[in-house]
């Protein structure tokens, strides 16, 4: 997208594009949808771009990249200034989780049920600069983190670094990179506003003094694993003495802090939106209600089809 101010404007300049892009594609009998993973693509016969960046990184990183034929959805939000994005950066990772959970639609990997509610974010993490963000203590330190990985040849940009957060120096942005492609617009905007309610939320509880919702990177690691694993079934390890909490619960607790500044932000329908996903289930679970009922993973890409056609929840449980 262009620069949107909120959840609907992201979500307009997304239909707008999809209409273009429908059209192209009826006319040359193509169809478009949107998950994690395919549920039975193998990514041994899909061609690589034959842009130079993506042949260098095939040639250089071998198989974790020609094995990437996954997706997902990308949200860049605006803050003020370097120290507030070191700042929100190591309390967001506390919400990966969520994001992941709600959005997890890659339970179906090389035409085989993986377990997982995301196989994505497994497949992903092989990668050399993937998966969680080091903590960083200030701005200093990640551009001595990032001096380092180019004057080791080990990256040629920020782009490079594929973290499922990372700050954007040249967009002034923290992107959130962990959520699996959505197959519907409106669980699209629905995770967009909870992305920016939640960088706000954070951004003011800095400056304002307050501490910020911090977990042990042991913890954190452990919570996006449960979250790729069980979805919204997961329990969250919510201290160092092992407590848990449900991640559902989490969810709402999360969405009910949020709900004063989505107002302000013109977000509290996609906000809503969240609770749709809840009830409905998330993709991972729809793609295995359609595989129960018909031991059909075409009808599983069908429905994922449909769902992107028509904005409309396809074979929820």
């Known amino acids: 997208t262009g620069i949107c101010k909120t959840a609907a404007d992201a979500r307009s300049d997304l239909q707008e594009a999809l209409d273009r892009l429908f059209s192209v ?52 939000v605006g803050v003020a200034g370097p120290e507030t994005a070191i700042a929100v950066q190591n309390a967001l990772v506390t919400y990966l989780p969520h994001l992941l959970a709600l959005s997890a ?3 179906y990997w090389q035409g085989a049920d993986s377990g997982l509610a995301s196989s994505r974010a497994s497949i992903f993490e092989v990668m050399p600069t993937a998966g969680l963000p080091y903590r960083m203590d200030n701005w200093s330190e990640f551009v001595r983190y990032m001096a380092a990985l180019q004057a080791s040849r080990a990256i040629e940009t920020v782009r490079e670094i594929w973290t499922d957060i990372r700050p954007h ?16 617009l409106t669980e699209i905007a629905a995770l967009a506003a909870l992305t920016q309610c939640t960088v706000v939320w954070l951004t003011r ?20 694993w449960r ?34 500044i989505a107002t302000e932000l013109g977000c509290t329908k996609e906000l809503d939106d969240i609770e749709t996903i809840v009830a409905h289930g998330p993709s991972y679970r729809r793609q295995r209600a359609v595989f129960e009922s018909t031991n059909s993973l075409r009808a599983v890409v069908d429905a994922l089809v449909r769902e992107l056609r028509t904005d409309a929840i396809v074979g929820a449980p």
């Open 105 to 107: 639609s890659s339970p």
């Open 169 to 184: 120096p040249d967009f002034g942005t923290l992107e959130i990179r962990i959520c699996d492609g959505a197959p519907t």
């Open 25 to 76: 594609c009826d006319d040359n009998g193509w169809d478009l949808m949107s998950s994690g993973t395919h549920p039975f693509a193998d990514w041994r016969k899909q061609v690589v771009s034959p842009h130079p960046r993506y042949q260098d990184l095939v040639d250089r990183i071998q198989l974790p990249a020609r094995r990437l034929a996954i997706f997902g959805i990308h949200f860049h």
């Open 205 to 224: 509880l800095y400056d304002s003094g307050r501490a910020l919702p911090i977990l042990s990177p042991w913890i954190v690691r452990e919570n996006k």
């Open 227 to 260: 979250a790729a694993r069980f979805g919204l079934d997961a329990d969250l390890i919510t201290g160092s003495d092992g407590s848990l909490k449900p991640l559902l619960t989490s969810v709402r607790e999360l969405c009910g802090e949020l709900v004063p």
